[in-house]
T-cell receptor, first 110, second 114 residues
Framework: GENVEQHPSTLSVQEGDSAVIKCTYS??????FPWYKQELGKRPQLIID?????GEKKDQRIAVTLNKTAKHFSLHITETQPEDSAVYFC?????????FGTGTRLLVSP | DAGVTQSPTHLIKTRGQQVTLRCSPK?????VSWYQQALGQGPQFIFQ???????QRGNFPDRFSGHQFPNYSSELNVNALLLGDSALYLC?????????????FGPGTRLTVL
């Protein structure tokens, strides 16, 4: 079965700092690697994704890096803002089935 | 361009009852996946429907069943409700013919079992 872990489970930063969340997975069949942001009481929102033939992807303040050999990928948020506060989930995917990680609660203090 | 919609938003049932939740996929999407999210946890995959058939299933009992209609909308049915079925039920849609892995979520149905 799949095993997906995220670290850290909680991350507190000051506004303007950078935040990095790491996701490790076990299923070598995973070939699609999204990150979702979920605010309290709301739906998971896709914020960035990467496919296995790419090592890094960036979208404004957000970036994702993938090390498929080591089976981990990371979410990088630069210049954090209070509205970045949420729970972030990785969801490595094979055959269109998202397997969610344990979640990371990010708190950005003004 | 309509996004993923779900109904109802909230539902309260008692143990042993049955419930039906509904999902309409994003325009142009043909695949619907259902997830259960317990409080404080990540979503767990229940099953996925494509071409009106269950294509794959997670580790959920047969009390959980579903259906997909010709217009790609979908229903999730849960029989013999247990207290532990209380959760947020999310559906996600995707387009199998184009980058089928990318899934967009609906707002969810919060089910409370008393």
């Amino acid at each position: 079965g799949e095993n997906v872990e995220q670290h850290p489970s909680t991350l507190s930063v000051q506004e303007g700092d950078s935040a990095v969340i790491k996701c490790t997975y076990s299923d070598s069949a995973s070939n699609y690697f999204p990150w979702y942001k979920q605010e309290l009481g709301k739906r998971p929102q896709l914020i960035i994704d990467i496919r296995s033939n790419v090592g890094e992807k960036k979208d404004q303040r957000i970036a994702v890096t993938l090390n498929k050999t080591a089976k981990h990928f990371s979410l990088h948020i630069t210049e954090t803002q209070p509205e970045d506060s949420a729970v972030y989930f990785c969801a490595p995917t094979g055959f269109q089935k998202l397997v969610f990680g344990t979640g990371t609660r990010l708190l950005v203090s003004p | 361009d309509a996004g993923v919609t779900q109904s109802p938003t909230h539902l309260i049932k008692t143990r042993g009852q049955q419930v039906t939740l509904r999902c309409s996929p994003k325009s142009g999407h043909d695949t619907v996946s259902w997830y259960q999210q317990a409080l404080g946890q990540g979503p767990q995959f229940i099953f996925q429907y494509y071409e009106e058939e269950e294509r794959q299933r997670g580790n959920f009992p047969d009390r959980f069943s579903g259906h997909q209609f010709p217009n790609y909308s979908s229903e999730l049915n849960v029989n013999a409700l247990l207290l532990g079925d209380s959760a947020l039920y999310l559906c996600a849609s995707s387009d199998t013919s184009r980058e089928g892995d990318t899934q967009y979520f609906g707002p969810g149905t919060r089910l409370t079992v008393l």
